[in-house]
Every structure is written in structure tokens, then in C-alpha cells.
């Protein structure tokens, strides 16, 4: 599946392949797509014994800021769906102010919400 969200001057894409019972999400946009961070995140149960949470694993290319977005994202649906989750970010914005920072945020939140809802 693809899911698309797009604001004036920012447009986030993200991609699914579902994998058996796993997930693989790749998050790209802005000026430059590109493949800046890898979180792979496992369910496990949460410490306060109600639902689930998640274990996560990053890998960060030297220099590169997209670790919130994806760590976020797959974290989100580990715990509200209870399956292993892959996802690659990489979203790129020459001189990005903190106000583009934070909508890219609430852009990726958006995208994760509508993946939630189709899984």
C-alpha cells in the first residue's frame, strides 16, 4: 500500500509491504528521498502488564535527523497492533525551521494513523 500526506511545500510518503505476519514501512519525502534511518521494532508485553510494547533497534547514517520520525512511527504500530515492524526514513528539507520540524512530525503521525486503521 501507499499512503501519501502532503502540505505546502512538504509531501511524506510512505510505502508498506506486508511480510508474512511482519511489517516493512519506507518513509521518504521533502527535496531529497533518501534512506537516513532503519528502526526495526519487536512487541513485547508493556511493563505495566496492560498491552503491548515495543523493543527497538536503529541504525542512523552519519548525520542524518530521521530516527523521531521512524522510531515513532513503527513504535506506534507495535503496540496497537502486536506485529514485528521495519521501517526506513529518510526525509530531507534544505534548512528546515523548527515549525517545518514539528509539522513533519504531525505529518507522520497522520500516515501512521491511516496505516493503523488499514492493518
Given at each position: 500500500?501507499?499512503?501519501?500526506?502532503?502540505?505546502?511545500?512538504?509531501?511524506?510518503?510512505?510505502?508498506?509491504?506486508?511480510?508474512?505476519?511482519?511489517?516493512?514501512?519506507?518513509?521518504?519525502?521533502?527535496?531529497?528521498?533518501?534512506?537516513?534511518?532503519?528502526?526495526?521494532?519487536?512487541?513485547?508485553?508493556?511493563?505495566?502488564?496492560?498491552?503491548?510494547?515495543?523493543?527497538?533497534?536503529?541504525?542512523?547514517?552519519?548525520s542524518h535527523k530521521d530516527e523521531?520520525?521512524?522510531?515513532?512511527?513503527?513504535?506506534?504500530?507495535?503496540?496497537?497492533?502486536?506485529?514485528?515492524?521495519?521501517?526506513?526514513?529518510?526525509?530531507?528539507?534544505?534548512?528546515?525551521?523548527?515549525?517545518?520540524?514539528?509539522?513533519?512530525?504531525s505529518m507522520t503521525e497522520e500516515?501512521?494513523?491511516?496505516?493503523?486503521?488499514?492493518?
Amino acid at each position: 500500500m501507499k499512503y501519501t500526506v502532503e502540505r505546502p511545500g512538504i509531501k511524506l510518503i510512505c510505502e508498506t509491504v506486508k511480510m508474512g505476519d511482519d511489517l516493512q514501512l519506507c518513509l521518504y519525502g521533502g527535496e531529497k528521498p533518501h534512506i537516513g534511518t532503519m528502526v526495526m521494532s519487536e512487541p513485547r508485553g508493556s511493563l505495566t502488564g496492560k498491552g503491548y510494547s515495543a523493543t527497538s533497534s536503529v541504525i542512523n547514517r552519519v548525520s542524518h535527523k530521521d530516527e523521531k520520525i521512524a522510531r515513532m512511527m513503527a513504535e506506534k504500530i507495535v503496540s496497537e497492533k502486536n506485529i514485528l515492524v521495519c521501517c526506513s526514513a529518510g526525509v530531507h528539507i534544505d534548512n528546515a525551521s523548527a515549525d517545518a520540524l514539528k509539522l513533519i512530525l504531525s505529518m507522520t503521525e497522520e500516515l501512521t494513523c491511516k496505516i493503523i486503521s488499514d492493518i
